[in-house]
């Protein structure tokens, strides 16, 4: 069983920068990859980003690549979503997820499942809440 408890979201403006947190409890976070997800005003909630358990490859959806960054630190069973030049179309309910890590290594090189989401998010956290003004 995992616990995921999230942080670090609030009101900002646009072309400012949050990073979000989220810190699991519970056993060998190593052997979970962690993702985020957001849901906006009225839509569904969408992938965004994931990372592997090791925390050397990752994963985003299109539309946040350049902006948003995922990382982890094991060590502080956490992972972080750096979100850079926020706009107002990013106003979202974030939540951070988590799913054993079934990827694979093969000559040296991590490979995701195909799957989308790229892992099985199992657990998943309350959200924190993220407003962009203009």
């Known amino acids: 069983q995992v616990q995921l408890v999230e942080s670090g979201g609030g009101l900002v403006k646009a072309g400012d920068s949050l990073r979000l947190s989220c810190t699991a409890s519970?056993?060998?976070?190593?052997?979970?990859?962690m993702g985020w997800f957001r849901q906006a005003p009225g839509k569904e909630r969408e992938f965004v980003a994931a990372v592997s358990g090791s925390g050397g490859s990752t994963r985003y959806v299109d539309s946040v690549k350049g902006r948003f960054t995922i990382s982890r630190d094991n060590a502080k069973s956490t992972v972080y979503l750096q979100i850079d030049n926020l706009k107002p179309e990013d106003t979202a309910e974030f939540y951070c997820?988590?799913?054993?890590?079934?990827?694979?290594?093969?000559?040296?090189?991590?490979?995701?499942?195909?799957?989308?989401?790229?892992?099985?998010?199992?657990?998943w956290g309350q959200g924190t809440q993220v407003t962009v003004t203009a």
């Open positions: 519970g056993r060998a976070f190593n052997t979970y990859a």
């Open positions: 997820a988590a799913g054993l890590d079934k990827g694979r290594y093969y000559d040296g090189n991590y490979y995701w499942p195909l799957t989308d989401p790229p892992a099985d998010f199992t657990y």
